[in-house]
């Protein structure tokens, strides 16, 4: 499994609270999560989940993993969503829509963030 589809399975489990909830959800079976959750710990050499009878629980270094990894999916989906309207002219109605909560605000100015750097970069290769 890719580093992205791993950090996608350890958000999964950790909001779903279990390798078989989140295995469903990801349409997987659960031995290949919970695999992909043991490589993870074993790249960061960290413990990410403590395991017990009654379920998992993020560590404190999970739990920040599980923070700062979720706001990364956002981002690169964001990214994604970003290219796609760019190219086909939808971005400013997507920005009307996102106006009012706080939340998509900060997207509404990611997505500046990248045009602007995506522009620069263009500009910087035709000199």
Do not use: W
Not at 56 to 68: K, N
Not at 79 to 87: G, I
């Amino acid at each position: 499994m890719g580093r992205m589809a791993a950090m996608e399975t350890y958000v999964s489990v950790v909001e779903a609270g279990s390798f078989s909830a989140a295995a469903k959800r990801l349409k997987l079976g659960q031995p290949a999560v919970s695999k992909s959750i043991t490589q993870l710990e074993e790249r960061l050499g960290v413990r990410l989940l403590l395991r017990s009878t009654r379920g998992l629980t993020p560590t404190d270094a999970g739990q920040r993993f599980y923070e700062h990894v979720r706001r990364a999916i956002e981002e690169v989906d964001l990214a994604e969503h970003v290219a796609r309207d760019v190219s086909t002219g939808t971005l400013q109605r997507a920005s009307r829509q996102c106006r009012g909560d706080l939340r998509n605000r900060r997207q509404v100015l990611s997505v500046y963030r990248l045009i602007a750097s995506t522009s620069r970069g263009r500009a910087m290769q035709g000199l």
